[in-house]
């Protein structure tokens, strides 16, 4: 059994879809902050069969929940400190996103004036959709 230490303050990303870890990784870009970052592939899960797990050493106000919301709303967020949870922060679906994704749409204003913001706003919460703010084209699935 492989045994990852419990960080002293940071945050546990937990609930992760297996295999969706290093991407989100990415997403937030994690490699660009000076913590230490442990990813924990295909762990046993009893909710989810297997699962991944992201454990955190640095300052949640580091992490943009607005695009973790938009990944996946579903992942669990424990705030740590002291080595203790102290806080879990419910992810919710971002009403808007800015910058995360881009418009395919080669007739969006967003192709051709390259220093617009590609904004993205939720219309369906049901079926989880989000269409471009200028052109209204539909943001497929996440990749």
Not at 66 to 81: A, E, Q, R, S
Request: some cysteine.
């Amino acid at each position: 059994m492989l045994n990852v230490g419990k960080i002293e303050e940071g945050f546990v990303l937990d609930h992760i879809k297996a295999g969706k870890s290093l991407s989100i990784y990415h997403h937030l870009q994690l490699n660009k902050l000076d913590c230490t970052v442990a990813i924990i592939k295909n762990a046993k899960s009893k909710k989810m069969g297997a699962k991944d797990i992201l454990k955190v050493e640095c300052a949640i106000d580091k992490l943009n929940l607005d695009i973790l919301g938009f990944i996946d709303h579903n992942i669990t967020v424990n705030v740590i400190k002291d080595g203790k949870i102290v806080n879990k922060k419910d992810l919710v679906l971002p009403k808007e996103i800015k910058n995360v994704i881009k418009c395919k749409n080669p007739r969006c204003i967003t192709s051709i004036e390259q220093e617009l913001p590609h904004i993205f706003v939720l219309t369906d919460t049901q079926k989880e959709i989000y269409r471009c703010k200028y052109c209204e084209e539909k943001y497929g699935e996440w990749e």
